[in-house]
């Protein structure tokens, strides 16, 4: 196999592992219907994320911030666990919650709330189809996607069709891989509940699965329409932003991502501190201007400009001096102001944060084989401020990590081990040149994430 053919098979599986990594991401943050509460996968565990005002955790004591250790005495490993057995648990039943909060760890029982029925749902389910409705997610959960659609078929067969059926019907048919049914499986529950950004959600990630990237943008686009403040309509922006990202780095797409709305934030890029011992001055200016170039073509931002605001005054006023052509002065009160800011500081620098190397010798043949492993590492402590009142809206460690594995067949010299290479390289760029383009990319998603949604609101 050539050169160039190992290239192309490399930036293709780079390219699939973008895609997992997208429909992981868009996963991970999920609404815990009836609890009046939103969780998500954290390195602490399953985390509360929003509260519910009035709703049955807040009437329990559950804040945002709390880890959810248990349903009914059973240990939960994600959050996916966590809502799928929240669908399971019956009707009108206290459920019982393990919490950890502060190092101490205490049980609440709480009684979800009947989410209300969608007038597009048609008649009232039996207690048959309930029944075969519930066994369908129980054995969702427990990996058992051939079961769950067995399930889900028989409760469409026991009563009316309903859109959460079909749902839970094609997010299993997901799970096994069999995309075209998915895709028709929810364009039923879209028929019966066009305004469910649940379900407009997952459709968007089936239809990237089955390549049809641009109608993902369109069910992406309706679920943030429909849900402007909630977690899915984070997620959907989120998957948005990122597509849009990805096909930038890869010189594709449109030059400009954005909201649906268009709206924007004004936002600033300050000082980013150097602490890595690997890391210099240098290092630091660079990682703010790509940050900055990242945050504008998000196309989420007006993003302006605070590192040179000296010139930027110097030549406002040398507009209006005696040196300037008189029909060249510049009005007064007209820069914009920003209402976001980003520090960071870069915590972490390691371009050979990992690194191996194996060479053996193929037995009766003049012939070797070696492998160079090397892992790159590096971090930014973001921290996202609001300037009207200077509070730290966030902050958090955002790591970058890339891996390069290089192999080489070689020919020996006889009588000894030396080989003389004939290279096979399998990547293009350095490891610390990607672990920084991954740095950068988490970093802007962050900062889209955690901007208010009030400050969206430019043009």
């Avoid at 997010?171 to 950004?197: C, K, T, V």
């Avoid at 960071?344 to 060479?359: L, R």
């Avoid at 009588?415 to 350095?430: A, E, K, N």
């Amino acid at each position: 196999m050539d050169r160039h053919k190992l290239t192309r098979l490399a930036s293709s599986c780079r390219d699939w592992l973008l895609l997992a990594a997208l429909l992981l991401w868009c996963t991970a943050l999920h609404a815990a219907g009836g609890l009046g509460m939103s969780v998500m996968d954290t390195p602490d565990g399953v985390t509360v994320t929003a509260v519910q005002a009035d709703g049955p955790a807040a009437r329990v004591g559950i804040q945002p911030g709390d880890a959810v250790l248990a349903v009914q005495s059973q240990a939960i490993a994600n959050a996916e666990q966590l809502t799928v057995l929240v669908r399971a648990h019956p009707a009108q039943e206290a459920l019982e919650l393990t919490i950890s909060r502060d190092g101490w760890t205490r049980s609440v029982r709480l009684l979800p709330q009947a989410p209300p029925l969608p007038a597009a749902q048609g008649n009232v389910a039996s207690a048959e189809q309930r029944e075969w409705e519930q066994q369908g997610d129980r054995h969702a959960y427990a990996g058992k996607f051939a079961d769950a659609v067995a399930a889900y078929q028989k409760a469409l067969a026991a009563g009316p069709p309903r859109a959460s059926i079909y749902h839970g019907l094609g997010w299993n048919y997901y799970n096994l891989g069999r995309y075209q049914e998915a895709d028709q499986a929810f364009r039923q529950a879209i028929s019966m509940d066009p305004h469910n950004a649940n379900t407009l959600l997952t459709m968007g990630t089936t239809q990237m699965q089955l390549g049809r990237n641009e109608a993902a943008r369109e069910y992406w686009q309706k679920a943030s329409t429909l849900d402007p403040a909630g977690e899915i309509g984070n997620i959907a922006r989120t998957n948005l932003a990122k597509t849009a990202y990805n096909a930038q780095l890869k010189g594709a797409g449109p030059a400009v991502a954005g909201r649906s709305d268009a709206q924007k934030a004004i936002i600033a890029v300050g000082d980013f501190q150097v602490k890595a011992v690997k890391a210099t001055t240098e290092i630091g200016d660079g990682l703010r201007e790509m940050l900055h170039t990242a945050l504008h073509n998000s196309g989420y931002f007006i993003v302006v400009e605070r590192m040179d605001i000296q010139g930027l005054a110097a030549e406002q006023a040398l507009s209006r001096s005696r040196m300037a052509r008189a029909d060249s002065a510049l009005p007064e009160g007209r820069m914009d102001v920003a209402e976001i800011m980003v520090y960071a500081a870069v915590t972490e620098f390691e371009p050979e944060a990992k690194s191996a190397n194996w060479f053996n010798v193929i037995p009766k043949a003049p012939l070797a084989i070696s492998q160079k492993y090397n892992e790159a590492h590096m971090a930014l402590d973001m921290r996202v401020v609001e300037v009207a009142s200077g509070r730290v809206l966030a902050t958090q460690r955002i790591p970058g990590l890339a891996i390069s594995m290089q192999a080489s067949l070689s020919t020996v010299l006889p009588g000894t081990r030396v080989g003389i290479p004939v290279s096979l390289s399998m990547y293009r760029s350095t490891p610390m040149e990607l672990a920084i383009r991954d740095c950068i990319q988490k970093s802007v998603m962050y900062v889209i994430n955690n901007t208010p949604e009030d400050y969206y609101s430019h043009h």
